[in-house]
T-cell receptor, first 115, second 114 residues
């Protein structure tokens, strides 16, 4: 079992609220990722980081922002939540050995519902 | 266009039976293929990873095969258990960047009945 944690696990919030989804890992992994997943659909990469002070946008356009001030911590923030943000958000991390051996370890996810 | 297609979309089998899940991909250049298991409400967990030169890899009752020529992979589950009920996701990585871009299938939802 990977040591990667996400909080909260479930969040129901009203439109316009600011939210931060927390993700932390204790494995010392350099790379961290945020994915968005709707029921029955594939995971979409929304943000990733190679290390401290490194953040990049993923393939799926997202209104969220991320920060990487510490190796173990990769929070995702939505400044103003909307119903279209309702989804499951998965955080992952991996060791930067290279793509052929780069297995990602996933957290349990945060199920976000915006009313 | 790089894509990963999985079939069937869903599958119901009885406990103790075997099953095979399929994955077809068009990702190029190919680096590796992974199968993940995702329990409901949880994050995916890696089952197997295969590179271009590997044809088969086992992890307990799970056996994955890869045919890099036809760009097909399968995941065979032997003697299924109730705990095998989950979504099984095929993930293909390319060699086009240092990130090792991942392409995810939509998964096969497996339900094992007692």
């Amino acid at each position: 079992e990977a040591d990667i944690y996400q909080t909260p696990r479930y969040l129901v919030i009203g439109t316009g609220k600011k939210i931060t989804l927390e993700c932390s890992q204790t494995m010392g992994h350099d790379k961290m990722y945020w994915y968005q997943q709707d029921p029955g659909m594939e995971l979409h990469l929304i943000h990733y980081s190679y290390g401290v002070n490194s953040t990049e946008k993923g393939d799926l356009s997202s209104e969220s922002t991320v920060s990487r001030i510490r190796t173990e911590h990769f929070p995702l923030t939505l400044e103003s939540a909307r119903p279209s943000h309702t989804s499951q958000y998965l955080c992952a991390s991996s060791v930067a050995r290279g793509p052929s051996t780069d297995t990602q370890y996933f957290g349990p996810g945060t199920r976000l519902t915006v009313l | 266009k790089n894509q990963v297609e999985q079939s069937p979309q869903s599958l119901i089998i009885l406990e103790g039976k075997n099953c095979t899940l399929q994955c077809n991909y068009t990702v190029s250049p190919f680096s590796n293929l992974r199968w993940y298991k995702q329990d409901t409400g949880r994050g995916p967990v890696s089952l197997t990873i295969m590179t271009f030169s590997e044809n088969t890899k086992s992890n307990g009752r799970y056996t994955a095969t890869l045919d890099a020529d036809t760009k097909q992979s399968s995941l065979h589950i032997t003697a299924s258990q109730l705990s095998d009920s989950a979504s099984y996701i095929c993930v293909v990585s390319d060699r086009g960047s240092t990130l090792g871009r991942l392409y995810f299938g939509r998964g096969t939802q497996l339900t094992v009945w007692p």
